[in-house]
């Protein structure tokens, strides 16, 4: 791991509560307004640094990518390939060439201008070429809130549930980028146990506070991952929105899982924050009992404290209602745990394959990451500031997810997904 000393600080301005500053700095993929090309790029500050100019002109003369130039790709997932040893090369040159004390980029006005553009003058897309997504179902609190909806407390978790991390596979091709709009799918509801179903929009949309983790080195098929090796495949994280039409669900869901209900959208952040911008606030993971068995055994600090925040903005208004406050800490099946479980079979992962933590709720009402967990099934509507419910999610309401950890005077975030409701199509 290399992590960045909390005390280094970047030429670039970087105000005090920014997501963004040298200790982080996220991976993304943009475009300059009026550019036919995209860039990677990192985030400091308000800037986007762009990896892919200062490649071209020499700054980035690493051993490590002397092959296929990564770094001016027009996507993450060569880069990803690589594996940790050149993630860290390319962290390492990448804080020299923003610290204060590097006169490289602070005192050539030329090639500032050149690798340094505002966050507010790009454009945005999905990092990677996504060609598999796995959603994961493992947060305790979740499943319990959602199993004693539909089949009663006694009931409430699936005899599986304590032994594997559940999942299904969603569909990369509808995973958005930030600000992009969610339109009301439409679909076969059920609303009775009587009765035909009928056909029509959503009357329960919903959204649901995830994370998500990149693979970058893949596995061979037929090979597991270990446990105790999972990390080494996951290039970083973002946040993940992973929109869902409750009615739909419930009509689709058995015997084979959700289908219609989760595939129109998944929203994803566009910086991918790194393992080792997030080693510092690494932290223990819940307990489990009964003990997994051993190949899901591993170290119990396997999990990071990131604190998670749901607003919900509704139309006309000027500003957003915090309605959840999660944490990423309280899932309780890990990420090398669900790498482990994943590949156990010997499915083979690939760079850029995305897999998700399903819903992430806590003990707390205010911690429940999901409208159908907050409202209980919408038999306990949430007030917002502007005197208006929700059982479900209306027509023009914004839902932003936000995440940021602080430890010792130390900031790392993933700044913000958003995605505005649309109505149905008719």
Known sequence: MYVIDSQLRSFVPVAEDS???LQNLPYGVFSQVGASEDHIGVAIGEQVLDLCELSRRGQFDLPELREGRPLERPILNDFMALGREAWEAVRRRTAELLS???????DNAELRSAALVRQADVSMRVPASIGDYTDFYSSREHATNVGTIIRGADNALQPNWLHLPVAYHGRASSIVIDGTDVTRPVGQKKPGDDGKPGFGPSAALDFE????FFIGPGSSLGEPVSVHSAEDHIFGLVLVNDWSARDIQTWEYVPLGPFLSKNFATSISPWVVTLDALEPFR?????QDPEPLPYLQGSSQSTFDIPLTVAIQGAGTSSGDIVCR?????????MAQQIAHHTITGCNLRPGDLLASGTISGPEKSARGSMLELTWRGAEPIKLSDGSQRKFLSDG??????????AKGCRVGFGSVSGCVLPARA
């Open 19 to 21: 997501d963004f500053p």
């Open 100 to 106: 204060a004390e590097n006169p490289t980029l602070r």
């Open 209 to 212: 506070l995830e994370m998500g």
């Open 283 to 287: 932290t223990a993971s819940p307990p």
């Open 326 to 334: 999660s944490n990423f800490r309280y899932l309780y099946w890990s």
């Open 397 to 406: 309401d914004v839902v932003s997810l936000s995440g940021s950890c602080e």
